[in-house]
């Protein structure tokens, strides 16, 4: 903003620093009302960044401004107070929590697309959560890689949790690990720019903001190194590359989840101290609640998964109890809250939960468990059209809702809608597909690796998308005239 009052234009946007010069002095409105200096002040805030500062000259104001810019109002506030003649710096454009400026999304993911390349090149091999081509798959099948067998070496297990880690994350340190980043001061800012809620501005002295694009990236930057601080060591021949070396233990992380794999109880308890030890100078810390150390017999929740050996030697991976009892909750809740609605109505909700469901567990031992949800749904369902239907008896119900819909199984029990034919999909129909897990140092930005993830892509369909091949086509002999 010029000392006129006049809005700069794109180019001396981008050539301006992160302090905003206001006069409050003059008067812009055309009668000559203190509307002006508002609105001038409005203008500066509504091209803010988040951090940035703006300068009063002059003025005796001390109110809270909601700029409008491009619609939006309510959303950024900033406070200042000056005197005549005197220059005031204040904290302007702080986003409202829960809520950022479009400008500030898009910087974040230009710095996301420059940062994330250079750290996925350096990312230990065993981190899974939040890396591009990585996921809980690909943790749960590392786990399922050191514990499978008669007799695995590492049968005990350091199951952890972080206490707020993304809200407890050190500044300082995490700024010490992007030496040399052009962009290290805008991430600093990023860090230090605070929340306002509930018209009090709250400083943030640790901690990433949450929900932004490139937080993720930021948490896994401040965790790199815990697994040569747990003692893990990889070997480094071309042959072997990757492979653990023997007597070490292994840790497996997924965003602020991990488990560590041991040879005994005594080095588990040596790996939590270490990890403890590292973690305390970067602001964070163990959640006692949920940390624990197990052995394989006894079972592990990882993930939503249940990672157990049981005794006939064999090393099995289900739906954990949790998980199928928060999913059964969710479809009680989904079916109460449709009980005015029709059919279709229950049929187009439901469909996408179960599918999604069911797509996340279908690399596990779960086909039991999708029996039984199936099965579990059918009285559900028969309780929402009783609730549906109050004098009608259940016979009735049966005949209107259900049937064999499908127009490839024989499955009679499908609740359906008789007018356009959909019924509700089963889980027990997603087969189950054991996921290949991700090489330990493949990343999507190396091209040498290009042929690799192309075929990784294209390995498999989810299951909602699986269609049989047409039958192939024969040619008809001509009828009439030869």
């Known amino acids: 903003m010029t000392s006129s009052g006049t809005p700069p234009t794109h180019e001396s946007r981008h050539a301006m620093t992160s302090v905003l010069h206001v006069a409050t002095t003059g008067s812009d409105a055309a009668d000559g009302s203190e509307a002006g200096p508002f609105r001038t002040i409005n203008r500066a805030a509504a091209i803010a960044q988040p951090g940035d500062t703006i300068v009063v000259h002059g003025g005796e104001y001390r109110e809270w401004v909601t700029p409008r810019h491009g619609g939006l109002s309510d959303q950024r506030r900033i406070t200042y107070e000056a005197a005549a003649g005197e220059h005031v710096v204040i904290k302007g454009s702080e986003p409202v929590r829960g809520w950022e400026p479009a400008g500030g999304t898009v910087w974040k993911a230009v710095v996301l697309n420059a940062l994330e390349p250079e750290w996925e090149a350096r990312f230990e091999p065993r981190s899974y959560g939040f890396r591009p081509g990585r996921g809980c798959h690909d943790a749960i099948e590392a786990i399922f890689a050191v514990g499978k067998g008669r007799s695995p070496k590492r049968a005990w297990v350091l199951d952890a949790d972080l206490t707020a880690a ?221 609730h549906r239907h109050e004098t009608k008896s259940y016979r009735w119900i049966v005949n209107r809702y259900f049937g064999r819909f499908h127009p490839t199984r024989q499955d009679r029990w499908l609740f359906g809608d008789r007018e356009t034919g959909a019924c509700l999909t089963k889980l027990s129909w997603t087969p189950i597909r054991r996921h290949q897990m991700v090489n330990a140092d493949a990343s999507p930005d190396d091209p040498t690796l290009a042929y690799y993830w192309k075929r990784r892509r294209q390995r498999r369909l989810p299951p909602d998308t699986i269609t049989t091949a047409p039958p192939p086509y024969r040619p008809r002999r001509p009828q009439g005239l030869a």
């Open 166 to 386: 993304f809200d407890r994350i050190d500044h300082d340190r995490l700024l010490g690990h992007l030496h040399g980043f052009p962009a290290k001061g805008r991430i600093a800012r990023w860090l230090a720019a605070g929340v306002i809620e509930d018209g009090e501005f709250a400083p943030s002295e640790e901690g990433t903001p949450q929900g932004g694009v490139v937080s993720p990236l930021l948490m896994n930057i401040a965790l790199h190194g815990m697994e040569t601080a747990a003692g893990a060591r990889y070997r480094t021949a071309p042959s072997h590359r990757g492979w653990s070396v023997p007597g070490t233990p292994v840790l497996i992380r997924y965003a602020d989840d991990l488990v560590a794999m041991c040879h005994s109880r005594q080095q588990a308890e040596q790996v939590k101290a270490r990890l403890a030890a590292w973690l305390a100078p970067r602001g964070l810390s163990f959640n006692e609640d949920k940390t624990q150390i197990v052995h394989l017999s006894e079972g592990v929740d990882f993930l939503g998964f249940n990672v157990r050996r049981y005794p006939n030697g064999k090393l099995l991976i289900k739906p954990s109890k949790a998980a199928v009892k928060r999913f059964r909750a969710r479809l009680r809740t989904e079916v109460r809250n449709l009980y005015g609605a029709n059919s279709l109505a229950v049929i187009t909700k439901l469909n996408p939960i179960l599918r999604g469901w069911a797509a996340y567990y279908r690399t596990a031992v779960s086909k039991q468990v999708f029996a039984s949800i199936d099965h579990t749904l059918v009285w559900t369902m028969l309780k929402w059209g009783r």
